[in-house]
């Protein structure tokens, strides 16, 4: 079973697009969400963690539903130098912080 | 500048030799971490270092692999006989809490591409 489901995309947008990526988690005693970015043969880097509130973080809105263990990641307006993969990564709650991703899902963006 | 050093930044190895990877954290973390990422598939937990002792360590994680921290600064993951499989990237990362209750994220290291041949 995938702890961490994401859109296997990838998604194709042209510039100034409005992209949205999806995310589920199994594990119903996670405790931190977060979105990460992944360049190709990059290490991961933290883009934003993501709040019961929903958060804003300038073009890049993060939503989290706990009753459905879906989360969300909303990029206005995106640019060429959003091409990437989004993680979803969710702490699972079972000690020191351990981190389970999801596989990614690649964003090119098109002039 | 990356918070988190780590070196080299690709090996290659023979299957069966030893290989050490070596990590520079930032020095206000106190949780570690090793991931790797073989190509194309997702990013998996190994291990969780914290107070010079494993806290946590994955299926991953057998009686080939070993961390330390032998000098208060450098953290190492040795595999002992290495296998071809074992080929990937190889990330070690840091935060400065257990983000259970706050959320934290981590810091991770550019990276040790270790390919096994």
């Known amino acids: 079973r995938k702890e961490v489901e994401q859109d296997p995309g990838p998604f194709n947008v042209p510039e100034g697009a409005t992209v949205a990526f999806n995310c589920t988690y199994s594990n119903s005693a996670s405790q931190s969400f977060f979105w990460y970015r992944q360049d190709c043969r990059k290490e991961p880097k933290l883009l934003m963690s993501v709040y019961s509130s929903g958060n804003e973080d300038g073009r890049f809105t993060a939503q989290l539903n706990r009753a459905s263990q879906y989360i969300s990641l909303l990029i206005r307006d995106s640019k060429l130098s959003d091409s990437a993969t989004y993680l979803c990564?969710?702490?699972?709650?079972?000690?020191?912080?351990?981190?389970?991703f999801g596989k990614g899902t690649m964003l090119l963006v098109s002039p | 500048e990356p918070e988190v050093t780590q070196t080299p930044s690709h090996q290659v190895t023979q299957m069966g030799q030893e290989v050490i990877l070596r990590c520079v954290p930032i020095?206000?973390?106190?949780?570690f971490y090793w991931y790797r990422q073989i190509l194309g598939q997702k990013v998996e937990f190994l291990v969780s270092?914290?107070?010079?002792?494993?806290?946590?360590k994955s299926e991953i994680f057998d009686d080939q692999f070993s961390v330390e921290r032998p000098d208060g600064s450098n953290f190492t993951l040795k595999i002992r006989s290495t296998k071809l499989e074992d080929s990937a990237m190889y990330f070690c990362?840091?935060?400065?809490?257990?983000?259970?209750?706050?959320?934290?994220?981590?810091?991770f290291g550019s990276g040790t591409r270790l390919t096994v041949v």
């Open positions: 020095s206000n973390h106190l949780y």
């Open positions: 990362a840091a935060s400065s809490g257990t983000g259970l209750t706050a959320n934290y994220g981590y810091t």
């Open positions: 270092f914290y107070n010079n002792e494993i806290s946590e």
């Open positions: 990564v969710v702490n699972t709650g079972s000690g020191y912080s351990t981190l389970t």
